[in-house]
């Protein structure tokens, strides 16, 4: 177990963990479809308390996919946080709004009245495009300089400067960035709509989930696939494993997949989940346990492209003003003492998982329905 094996260990975890936040987003696609699915006061009470039992799930799962990033590759966590603040800033916002609207949505004395609070949770929903935005640019490259010697810099040691007065918000102007963006949005939401379907017993909201499952995979599917073989076919970042020189090479992401056939198989048992769930779901009219094969299937894909963007010499971190300045796992990771002690913790996550499933399994023992909203003081 030397360094090397410690930085792609690492970078599997910080993965799986992009990858879990990335299905847990199903309660920002849920609320962005409040007012569509939604037609009355109760139908959106039932829709907030549903997303209301998991919306801390997805704010933990980024606070810990930031933390573990900060641990295992700080100068990533350095350079983007640091340099990319406004994307950041715009992300961390619509979480702050919508941590506000679930505290106080229904409570007594509310000034501003649940529609105000249900608009802050459909800007939530709608900005999680930010997050594939951000994801898009592991392979399209972002605009930064890092200079290790300015460490040595009493007055500035600033080791990374961004190049772009943006600060981030230029990602927004890359077509294949917000192709992906659009493609993460309009998942979250087919997650919300298979989710509703598990664990809303109405009839109106069933056969509205339904309907707009179909339209919503539609817009999914042409987002999605346009930025994979885009991806898949345009120049990437190599690394030379001996000089550590980056280099653009063509098709470098497809030759990921294939010279890693492990991590091919997954993606491909990734796609094929996502559509099964979706598709048994619009044929089976009793069958509500889709959520469970797009979900896991949702995890497995985001988890195969993270890692051909990381592995197999690939700079995870572009950089499109300075080539030799893109990041790797190699020259932005921690100590090796480091990171050989977070490992040790790490062995533990298996419990945290398991306890996580228990506690998801028993919150959604019950279905919710008109009548436990009707008195209900503790609902959100």
Avoid at 247 to 252: I, R, T
Wanted: hydrophobic fraction near 55%; proline fraction near 2%.
């Amino acid at each position: 177990m030397d360094y090397s094996f410690y930085q792609h260990y690492w970078w599997l975890l910080i993965s799986l963990l992009g990858a879990l936040l990335v299905f847990l987003t199903f309660v920002q696609g849920g609320q962005s479809l409040i007012f569509q699915i939604g037609k009355s006061d109760l139908e959106r009470t039932m829709i907030v308390n549903t997303l209301g039992r998991k919306w801390e799930f997805t704010f933990t799962t980024l606070v810990t996919f930031g933390g573990a990033f900060f641990a295992s590759f700080p100068l990533f966590y350095s350079t983007s946080f640091g340099g990319a603040y406004w994307a950041w800033m715009a992300l961390l916002f619509c979480f702050i709004i919508q941590a506000v609207s679930y505290e106080f949505r229904s409570k007594k004395g509310n000034l501003l009245g649940k529609k105000t609070f249900d608009i802050f949770l459909f800007i939530n929903g709608v900005g999680i495009l930010l997050v594939g935005v951000v994801v898009a640019t592991f392979f399209t490259g972002s605009e930064f300089v890092v200079n290790k010697a300015n460490l040595t810099n009493t007055a500035m040691p600033v080791i990374s400067t961004w190049s772009n007065p943006l600060h981030g918000l230029e990602a927004l102007l890359n077509i294949r960035n917000v192709l992906l963006g659009l493609g993460v949005l309009f998942l979250a939401r087919v997650l919300a709509e298979l989710y509703f379907i598990q664990t809303i017993n109405d009839a109106n909201i069933q056969a509205r989930s339904r309907k707009f499952l179909v339209f919503d995979t539609t817009l999914f599917l042409l987002f999605f696939l346009p930025f994979l073989i885009w991806t898949l076919v345009a120049k990437g970042y190599a690394v030379n494993p001996d000089t550590q020189v980056v280099s653009l090479v063509g098709a470098k992401y497809l030759h990921n997949l294939l010279e890693m056939p492990v991590v091919a198989l997954v993606f491909v048992l990734g796609v094929v989940a996502v559509l099964f769930g979706i598709l048994w779901t619009l044929l089976k009219p009793k069958f509500i346990q889709g959520i469970w094969f797009t979900g896991i299937g949702t995890v497995a894909t985001v988890l195969a492209l993270l890692l051909i963007a990381g592995w197999n010499n690939t700079a995870f971190y572009p950089s499109n003003t300075d080539l030799q300045s893109s990041l790797t796992i190699s020259n932005s990771s921690s100590s090796l003492f480091t990171l050989r002690v977070m490992s040790i913790v790490s062995l533990l996550i298996p419990f945290v998982l398991w306890y996580i499933y228990k506690a998801w399994k028993a919150i959604n023992i019950k279905q919710i329905d008109a009548a436990e909203m009707d008195g209900n003081d503790t609902k959100y």
